[in-house]
């Protein structure tokens, strides 16, 4: 099974701080990693992709290999950056495709 | 229609029910899924359809249905409801197939079983 995890369930930030939402992955291989937003009562809807090494809405997520690590990282949080926010490993095989727990982010004005 | 649409947006559902949940995308994505998403719990996969025709069981199938008649359609089926079901249920397609991560959410179904 291919598993990320995301060891925190609710993080609260002032705005203006730098806001880190972790994500670490657990298998071997060219891991294609993304993470999705869901706003309040919205649909959830694709946030970035590591393999175009985007920037979208402030934040941007690096993958380290060698800790095998995804995290989000925006460096001023806004009010409404307040979400929840999924991990989301590759589908090689869909009855084993893990989600991550997701991280509910709260930005505090 | 654009995107993906479910519907209801919500139900309440006496137990022992059964209760079909929608789901229709007019992208022409081969792929799509049903998650329910619960606290603390994240994002977890009912079922899933690689095209029209097939479908397969996701990481908690138990008590729940699917069919997948043709492209545009992806009904979720509880033949009879408990109030474990209670929760927000979501489907997803996928334009590339099974390997495209890449997902598209419909609006989701709230759905309480009393």
């Known amino acids: 099974a291919q598993r990320v995890t995301q060891p925190e369930k609710l993080l609260s930030v002032f705005k203006g701080a730098p806001v880190e939402l972790k994500c670490n992955y657990s298998y071997s291989g060219s891991p294609e990693l993304f993470w999705y937003v869901q706003y309040s009562r919205q649909r959830l809807q694709l946030l970035l992709r590591h393999i175009s090494r985007e920037s979208i809405k402030g934040f941007t997520a690096d993958l380290n290999k060698g800790e095998t690590s995804f995290h989000l990282k925006k460096p001023f949080a806004q009010e409404e950056d307040s979400a929840m926010y999924y991990c989301a490993p590759p589908r090689y095989n869909f009855n084993k495709f893990y989600f991550g727990s997701g991280t509910k982010l709260n930005v505090k004005p | 229609i654009a995107g993906i649409t479910q519907a209801p947006t919500s139900q309440i559902l006496a137990a022992g029910r059964r209760m079909t949940l929608r789901c229709t995308q007019d992208?022409?994505?081969?792929?799509m899924y049903w998650y329910r998403q619960d606290l603390g719990l994240g994002l977890r996969l009912i079922h899933y359809?690689?095209?029209?025709?097939?479908?397969g069981k996701g990481e908690v199938p138990d008590g729940y249905s699917v069919s997948r008649a043709n492209t545009d359609d992806f009904p979720l089926t509880l033949a009879s409801a408990v109030p474990s079901q209670t929760s927000v249920y979501f489907c997803a397609s996928s334009p590339g197939g099974i390997r495209s991560n890449e997902q598209f959410f419909g609006p989701g179904t709230r759905l309480t079983v009393l």
């Open positions: 992208m022409r994505h081969n792929a």
């Open positions: 359809s690689n095209t029209a025709g097939t479908t």
